[in-house]
C-alpha cells in the first residue's frame, strides 16, 4: 500500500516537471518565432538567452513590434526633443511606419513624456533597446545622429526595414516631410492637464494680442550653470557638454541687452506695447522689468534655477510658456542657434512674424551697444 502512494507520488511531481518543461519549450520557441535572425547559430541563441536574463522587458518589448517600425529617442533638452520627435512623427505618418518614442529622463530633461503631454494615443517607453535590434532584427537600419559626423544622415526609409534613430536634430530621410507637417504633427500633441493649468494661469496675465510682442532670450553661457549635473558626464557621453557645440561664443550674441534697441522699435511703433520675455536667465526678466516696469509679462519662471530648471515642475511651466508665447503673441523676437526659438515657430506654424534679436556673428555686444543702455 504505501509503495503504491509514493509511486502515485512520484508519478505526479514526474508529471509536472514535465508539464513546465514543455511548457518552457513552447515560450522558447514562441519568441524564436518572433526573432528574425539565425536561429541555428549557437552564438544567436546564446545571445537571445543572454539578453532575456539581464534585459527581458527590453527584449520582450522589441519582439512584439512589427518590421515597419520607426523607433525615435529624442536626445538632448526640451526644444530638441520636441524637434526630434516631431520630424519622427511625421516622416511615420507620410511611410506608413508604427512610431515608437523613447523618453529617456538625464540631466537635459528630467521629466516623463507623460508629465509634459497625454500619451494615450502614443507608443512611448522610457528604456533603451538600441543595444537590442541586432537580435530581434539582423538588418534593421540603425541612426544616431549625435555620434561624430552622423548628423544629417540620410535615413533610408523607403526600404521595408525597421529604423531606430537618436537624434536632438531635424531628420533627413529619403521621404519627404515638409515643414507643415513636422508642425502640424508637434501642435497635434496635447499638453498634459498639468501644464494645462499652468497655460490657463499664464494667458489670464496677458493683454490684448494685438498690444504683445513675444521675446525669447536663449543667453546663459554657462552650461553647467543651464543643464545642471552635465559635468559629471564623461566626454565620450553624447549628451556631455563636449556635444553641445560652441555655447559660450553664440549666446553671447543673444543678451538680453541686445533685444533693447527692437523692444524700443516696437514702443515706438505701438505706445501700447507689452513684452512676454521667456528667458533661460531669471537676470534677462529681472533686468528688463526693471527697466520697462509696465510692459514685461512673464510666465513666472524666475524660481526655476538650480537643479530645478530640468526637473518636472519648471518642464511644465517652460512647455506652458511656450505655448502661451506662440498662441498669444502678434510678434516674436527670437533667438539665434537655440532648439527652443525654433520650437515657437513651429508652435505657431509659422504664422506669427518674426525676427532675431541677436547681434551678427561679428558683432561684439559692448561694441554695438557701447554704453546706450547703460
Not at 23 to 42: A, K, M, R, T, W
Not at 116 to 125: D, S
Not at 343 to 359: A, E, W
Amino acid at each position: 500500500m504505501s509503495f503504491s502512494l509514493r509511486s502515485r507520488k512520484i508519478s505526479t511531481i514526474s508529471l509536472r516537471k514535465l508539464s513546465l518543461v514543455i511548457f518552457g519549450i513552447f515560450c522558447v520557441q514562441l519568441i524564436l518565432n518572433f526573432i528574425v535572425v539565425d536561429v541555428e547559430s549557437p552564438e544567436v541563441l546564446e545571445s537571445v538567452r543572454n539578453s532575456y536574463e539581464t534585459d527581458p522587458k527590453a527584449l520582450d518589448f522589441l519582439v512584439r513590434l512589427p518590421r515597419n517600425v520607426l523607433i525615435v529617442e529624442p536626445f538632448h533638452g526640451l526644444g530638441n526633443r520636441l524637434r526630434a520627435y516631431a520630424c519622427a512623427a511625421a516622416l511615420a505618418k507620410k511611410s506608413n511606419r508604427h512610431l515608437v518614442i523613447i523618453w529617456i529622463r538625464d540631466v537635459h530633461v528630467n521629466a516623463s513624456m507623460s508629465a509634459l503631454f497625454e500619451t494615450g494615443n502614443l507608443t512611448v517607453i522610457d528604456f533603451p533597446v538600441s543595444h537590442l535590434l541586432s537580435i530581434v532584427w539582423d538588418d534593421a537600419k540603425v541612426y544616431d545622429y549625435n555620434v561624430w559626423g552622423r548628423k544629417d544622415e540620410v535615413m533610408q526609409d523607403t526600404m521595408p526595414l525597421p529604423i531606430y534613430v537618436r537624434s536632438a536634430y531635424v531628420l533627413q530621410s529619403q521621404t519627404h516631410v515638409e515643414e507643415t507637417e513636422i508642425s502640424k504633427e508637434l501642435n497635434s500633441l496635447m499638453p498634459s492637464e498639468q501644464v494645462q493649468r499652468r497655460v490657463n494661469q499664464m494667458k489670464s496675465l496677458l493683454v490684448e494680442k494685438k498690444n504683445l510682442v513675444g521675446m525669447h532670450i536663449r543667453m546663459m553661457t554657462d552650461i553647467r550653470k543651464d543643464v545642471p549635473g552635465i559635468e559629471n558626464y564623461s566626454q565620450e557621453n553624447p549628451a556631455s557638454a563636449a556635444h553641445m557645440g560652441p555655447v559660450e561664443q553664440e549666446r553671447s550674441r543673444c543678451h538680453y541687452e541686445a533685444f533693447m534697441p527692437h523692444m524700443e522699435q516696437c514702443i515706438r511703433e505701438n505706445p501700447k506695447v507689452s513684452f512676454f520675455v521667456a528667458s533661460d536667465s531669471s537676470l534677462a526678466v529681472s533686468a528688463l522689468r526693471a527697466r520697462y516696469p509696465e510692459r514685461i509679462i512673464s510666465g513666472g519662471l524666475e524660481g526655476c534655477e538650480g537643479e530645478l530648471r530640468r526637473r518636472t515642475n519648471c518642464l511644465q511651466s517652460c512647455l506652458a510658456e511656450f505655448l502661451v508665447f506662440s498662441r498669444e503673441t502678434s510678434f516674436m523676437i527670437l533667438s539665434e542657434w537655440s532648439s527652443a526659438s525654433e520650437l515657437l515657430i513651429r508652435l505657431s506654424q509659422d504664422t506669427v512674424p518674426h525676427k532675431t534679436g541677436c547681434l551678427k556673428k561679428s558683432s561684439s555686444l559692448r561694441a554695438r551697444l557701447g554704453r546706450l543702455w547703460a
